[in-house]
């Protein structure tokens, strides 16, 4: 018999830190000509763990101003926290609330201030301009933002996305032409709709989205909240 003896060879061991975790969710922003529109599921997810059924992704942190963020759930938090305090500071040294464009400019900037280490969110801003038309603010998670015209974010925008190219943008549609505008021509209430379907429809393919969506529909008298039940398995 030949004997076994044991390896003299030291193999490395890999030790690993994350600190982030994806928590899931989806959120939907759409600007219109006097009114936006953003949306979010109310599921909180860790793997196939359902951590809460009833955990909306949006935080209003203006009377006509509200943000929509997914992604590492505690960088949510934080995130909104930390952006209360400043906007509460801004109204101290001006002496008046800031506008949505002057919070789309503030966000930015908070999360290009932790570019090294970011907050693992992914952020839509929704409200009404100084002028009164709606306006919506997507971002990466350093910072980089844009105005668009409707946007989605979280773990079904890969699916939502191109719903929204098709109903809202009428791209490859052939009578599609270049929208130089920054507002969709429908009314909130067909938004309000089409908000609706998407969400029933990605709930059908994405386990991280599901229970149930809250919509928030913004105008010049403030922010409206309707809520839509979704499937919960």
Same mark, same amino acid.
């Given at each position: 018999?030949?004997?076994?003896?044991?390896?003299?060879?030291?193999?490395?061991?890999?030790?690993?830190?994350?600190?982030?975790?994806? $928590?899931?969710?989806?959120?939907?922003?759409?600007?219109?000509?006097?009114?936006?529109?953003? #949306?979010?599921?109310?599921?909180?997810?860790?793997?196939?763990? /359902?951590?809460?059924?009833?955990?909306?992704?949006? +935080?209003?942190?203006?009377?006509?101003?509200?943000?929509?963020?997914?992604?590492?759930?505690?960088?949510? /938090?934080?995130? &909104?926290?930390?952006?209360?305090?400043?906007?509460?500071?801004?109204?101290?040294? $001006? &002496?008046?609330?800031?506008?949505?464009?002057?919070? #789309?400019?503030?966000?930015?900037?908070?999360? +290009?201030?932790?570019?090294?280490?970011?907050?693992?969110? $992914?952020?839509?801003?929704?409200?009404?301009?100084? @002028?009164?038309?709606?306006?919506? +603010?997507?971002?990466?998670?350093?910072?980089?933002?844009?105005?668009?015209?409707?946007?989605?974010?979280?773990?079904?925008?890969?699916?939502?996305?191109?719903?929204?190219?098709? *109903?809202?943008?009428?791209?490859? *549609?052939?009578?599609?032409?270049?929208?130089?505008?920054?507002?969709?021509?429908?009314?909130?209430?067909?938004?309000? #709709?089409?908000?609706? @379907?998407?969400?029933?429809? #990605?709930?059908?393919?994405?386990?991280?989205?599901? @229970?149930?969506?809250?919509?928030?529909? /913004?105008?010049?008298?403030?922010?409206?909240?309707?809520?839509?039940?979704?499937?919960? @398995?």
């Amino acid at each position: 018999m030949f004997e076994t003896r044991p390896s003299s060879v030291q193999h490395p061991t890999e030790h690993r830190f994350n600190p982030y975790e994806m $928590n899931g969710g989806t959120i939907v922003g759409v600007a219109g000509e006097d009114f936006a529109v953003v #949306a979010s599921d109310t599921r909180l997810s860790e793997g196939y763990s /359902i951590l809460s059924r009833d955990n909306p992704h949006l +935080y209003q942190v203006l009377p006509k101003t509200v943000m929509g963020s997914v992604g590492f759930h505690g960088d949510c /938090i934080t995130f &909104n926290k930390t952006l209360q305090i400043r906007l509460r500071m801004y109204e101290y040294e $001006n &002496n008046k609330k800031a506008s949505t464009p002057a919070v #789309a400019q503030l966000v930015s900037t908070m999360l +290009y201030s932790r570019r090294f280490f970011p907050y693992y969110v $992914n952020t839509i801003i929704a409200g009404l301009t100084n @002028d009164g038309q709606g306006c919506v +603010y997507s971002y990466d998670p350093v910072g980089s933002y844009e105005r668009e015209v409707y946007r989605a974010g979280g773990s079904s925008a890969a699916l939502i996305q191109p719903l929204l190219d098709s *109903q809202l943008g009428q791209k490859n *549609q052939g009578s599609f032409e270049l929208n130089r505008s920054y507002t969709v021509k429908m009314s909130k209430e067909e938004v309000v #709709a089409l908000v609706k @379907d998407i969400y029933t429809s #990605a709930t059908e393919r994405d386990i991280y989205t599901g @229970d149930a969506v809250f919509i928030n529909v /913004i105008t010049k008298d403030g922010v409206v909240t309707e809520h839509f039940k979704l499937r919960r @398995d």
